[in-house]
C-alpha cells in the first residue's frame, strides 16, 4: 500500500514539474450558450523558470504570462476558443507568443445520453 502511495504521489509531482507556462484551465462540462461571447484574460507568473535560451525559446523566469480568451457559442452545444498568448518581462521578453483556436462540442442535451448510460450499466 504505501509503495502504491509513493509512485502515485511521484506521478503527481512529475506532472506538476512538467505544467506549461501559458495556461492553466480545467474546462467545464457546459458550453458557452448559443450567440453569446465570453471574455477572459487568463494570468500567470513564473517563478522559477528557465534562465537562459533553450531551442530557440526565450528564458521564462521571471516573466508574466497573459491569455486572452474569445469563446463564442455557435450552437447549444458548439463552441470555439480564440486564444492570444503573451509574454510580458524584461530584458526584451515582452512580445506576442503565438495563438490557437479551440473548438468544443458537447453531447445536447435532446439526445438524453444520461438515460442511454443507465441502461449500459
Known amino acids: 500500500m504505501k509503495l502504491r502511495l509513493l509512485i502515485l504521489c511521484t506521478i503527481c509531482l512529475a506532472k506538476a514539474y512538467l505544467q506549461?507556462?501559458?495556461?492553466?484551465?480545467?474546462?467545464?462540462?457546459?458550453?458557452?450558450?448559443?450567440?453569446?461571447?465570453?471574455?477572459?484574460?487568463?494570468?500567470?507568473?513564473?517563478?522559477?523558470?528557465?534562465?537562459?535560451?533553450?531551442?530557440?525559446?526565450?528564458?521564462?523566469?521571471?516573466?508574466f504570462h497573459e491569455t486572452i480568451e474569445i469563446t463564442h457559442g455557435f450552437?447549444?452545444?458548439?463552441?470555439?476558443?480564440?486564444?492570444?498568448?503573451?509574454?510580458?518581462?524584461?530584458?526584451?521578453?515582452?512580445?506576442?507568443?503565438?495563438?490557437?483556436i479551440r473548438p468544443r462540442v458537447s453531447v445536447p442535451n435532446h439526445w438524453r445520453m444520461a438515460s442511454f448510460f443507465k441502461m449500459v450499466k
Do not use: C
Open 20 to 63: 506549461d507556462n501559458y495556461e492553466i484551465q480545467v474546462y467545464g462540462s457546459e458550453t458557452i450558450e448559443r450567440h453569446k461571447t465570453m471574455f477572459e484574460l487568463h494570468s500567470n507568473y513564473t517563478f522559477n523558470g528557465t534562465i537562459q535560451k533553450m531551442y530557440g525559446i526565450e528564458p521564462t523566469n521571471h516573466i
Open 75 to 100: 450552437t447549444d452545444w458548439f463552441e470555439v476558443g480564440f486564444y492570444l498568448f503573451n509574454a510580458i518581462g524584461n530584458e526584451k521578453r515582452t512580445a506576442f507568443v503565438g495563438s490557437h
